[in-house]
């Protein structure tokens, strides 16, 4: 299973919540890639050598892009997580993801078809002209993470539009406080999938920064969990749903549509 997380505006914590999904995954041997444009903070955060990782994966893609390639470019977080990490600096991590685009995805969709495996890639701030979307684009799910707050939202909703056609399966992930799930949904017309707490303590134990309570005991990580279970639980029904009806998955499951004036209405919120 291929699973992406991304976000249009701000810091809702992709990375934090890939982290999270990744140790809660409640099946097989996740892997996750950190494919953020950006540049990685998966490697300074946890001391880990800048190879093997996305750039080292994206040379070895041009050659053979078999599957067990993205394992084989994997380093071990401390609770055992392996992960593919990307470079500190944006110009290296663009030009490995634009390597990656060619022969690369191919080979991060065939690590995620094996038995029992899921591979979660952390794509950063997503658009379309991201070098990050060839690797996610047909992803059997893409959650879009956003804090619930007007100036977010605001740019959510113009990508709304666009997600459907990259994935058979987008969802709308909610992170800390501000509009109500119920708001959201009513005022962009489109499903929440989660909503995830702001859980400092929890986000600093999975980025390696303190110690204390694990991901199975964190308010996050059980939040992520929930999570992890809605996306297998709806991935699920989509490939039955599609092997029923002798349909792709990305024509059977609901499409999401953006209310006319892509922004909330809200108190604070710039009217269209």
């Not at 990490?85 to 094996?114: E, I, M, N, Y």
């Not at 619930?148 to 992930?173: D, I, K, N, Q």
């Not at 859980?199 to 969990?225: K, M, Q």
């Not at 490939?239 to 909330?264: D, F, I, K, Y």
């Amino acid at each position: 299973m291929l699973v992406g997380l991304c976000s249009v505006k701000g810091s809702p914590g992709v990375t934090t919540t890939a982290l999270a999904l990744a140790a809660r995954w409640p099946d097989g041997d996740p892997v996750l890639i950190e494919a953020d444009p950006s540049g990685g903070d998966l490697a300074a955060r946890f001391r880990l050598s800048a190879s093997p990782g996305l750039v080292s994966l994206a040379a070895a893609s041009r050659r053979d892009p078999h599957r067990s390639l993205v394992h084989e470019h994997c380093q071990m977080l401390p609770g055992g997580l392996p992960v593919v990490v990307g470079p500190v600096a944006a110009d290296q991590a663009r030009a490995a993801l634009g390597v990656l685009a060619a022969r690369g995805a191919q080979a991060v969709r065939s690590a995620a078809q094996g038995p029992a495996t899921a591979v979660l890639v952390d794509a950063g701030r997503l658009d379309a002209s991201s070098p990050a979307l060839p690797v996610v684009r047909g992803a059997d799910a893409l959650l879009v993470l956003a804090r619930p707050r007007a100036e977010e939202l605001s740019h959510v909703a113009t990508l709304l539009g666009a997600v459907p056609t990259w994935t058979r399966m987008p969802g709308l992930v909610l992170v800390g406080s501000g509009y109500g799930k119920a708001e959201v949904e009513r005022e962009l017309q489109v499903p929440v999938m989660a909503t995830l707490p702001d859980d400092p303590r929890g986000a600093d134990v999975l980025c390696g920064r303190s110690s204390g309570r694990g991901p199975d005991r964190s308010v996050l990580g059980r939040a992520a969990e929930r999570l992890a279970r809605a996306v297998t639980h709806q991935a699920s029904r989509g490939e039955a749903s599609s092997g029923r009806n002798g349909q792709s998955a990305l024509t059977s499951q609901p499409q999401l549509t953006v209310a006319s004036s892509g922004q909330l209405t809200g108190d604070g919120v710039v009217p269209p």
